[in-house]
């Protein structure tokens, strides 16, 4: 049996090509991002006269962390870039806005936009002499809000 693919460009969630821009800026050099959550409070209220328990949403939404791992390419001026924003976060605490932006065939698809994210640690996966794969680091971003346009 064999398994036919669409050629419409309407297969949106795969994950194929996406660049991450910073201020106007494009860094292609990020291979992995995920992560993304919401979720809503809730609260109970117990009716007196019944003592019927209901649950209500508090209208405050958290969004999770967003994961994000890219290669080290100190020639890339992409690797440069991304590299100074995130030790301008980690050193004055400064949010910054970004935008992910999702390819498929070489078209712009979508947008993920990211709002008032940090970059409070990093995390290098680690030097193997058996490795043929290229060093990669692991951001964790706490963000305010994110939003699909």
């Known amino acids: 049996m064999s398994y036919l693919r669409s050629n419409k460009n309407d297969d949106v969630l795969v994950a194929n090509g996406f660049n991450i821009e910073i201020n106007g800026q494009l860094i292609t050099g990020v291979v992995n ?7 809503s409070g809730t ?3 117990v009716d007196g006269g019944t003592g019927i328990s209901e649950t209500f949403i508090d209208q405050k939404h958290n969004y ?12 890339k001026p992409d ?4 590299r ?5 976060c980690m050193t004055t ?7 992910i932006i999702k390819f498929h065939f070489q078209k712009e698809i979508f947008r993920i936009m990211v709002y008032k994210a940090l ?9 193997d002499v058996n490795s043929s794969t290229p060093l990669e680091v692991d ?7 994110w939003e699909i346009v």
Do not use: A, Q
């Open 33 to 39: 991002v995920g992560g993304f959550s919401r979720k």
């Open 43 to 45: 609260f109970e209220w």
């Open 64 to 75: 999770g962390p967003i994961t994000m791992k890219y290669r080290v390419d100190p020639s």
């Open 79 to 82: 690797f440069v870039l991304l």
């Open 84 to 88: 100074n924003y995130v030790t301008l």
């Open 93 to 99: 605490g400064v949010k910054i806005n970004f935008s």
């Open 119 to 127: 970059f409070p640690d990093e995390t290098i996966s680690g030097f």
């Open 139 to 145: 951001l964790n971003i706490p963000c305010s809000f």
